[in-house]
């Protein structure tokens, strides 16, 4: 199957022990897609679909939650009113109980939010149920509003993990 040349040096980085497994999977979701070249797009769905939280698993026992943040916000803000407002479930926290989890809090890496599929990632094993955008990545104001939000949404959704968008206004 045909490949363009920037999705080939991705893969390049991929390590070499699972590169021609993934070049597989990746080529099977293309055939799957009915396209005749892999592009970037191709690359990224099928790394979506190999990472995502297996859909028949048994659910975690409790949530279990992160944050991501905006990367250019976190230059003048240490996080305290999202961390605030999860301790004391508060504002968009309201709905869990005393057993819920932070379990990550993290920036988005810089605009278009490149870090938060390999972060989102990391955290599966850790049965991450849930992940908030942080408010300021939402409320035109102090800080302008995210233009990359709905990409960095369904980024997370793809992994089988729900989005809420808010954390402490
Ligand atoms: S929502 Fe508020 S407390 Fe949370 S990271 Fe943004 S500015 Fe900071
Ligand atoms: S992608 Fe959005 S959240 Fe991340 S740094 Fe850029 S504006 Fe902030």
Redesign the pocket.
Known sequence: MKWTKEALQYMNNVPFFVREKARKKVEEWARQKGVGEITMNEVMEARSKMTARDPNAPPPAKPRIAVV?????SEVCPGVGCLNSFNKREQHFARYGPDAELIGFFT?G????RRVSRLVEKLLPYDLTHVHLSSC?LLEGDY?R????EQ?KKTIQAKGVEVIEGTHH
């Open positions: 943040r905006c990367n250019i916000v988005c810089g605009c278009c939010g990545m302008p995210c233009p990359f939000k960095i």
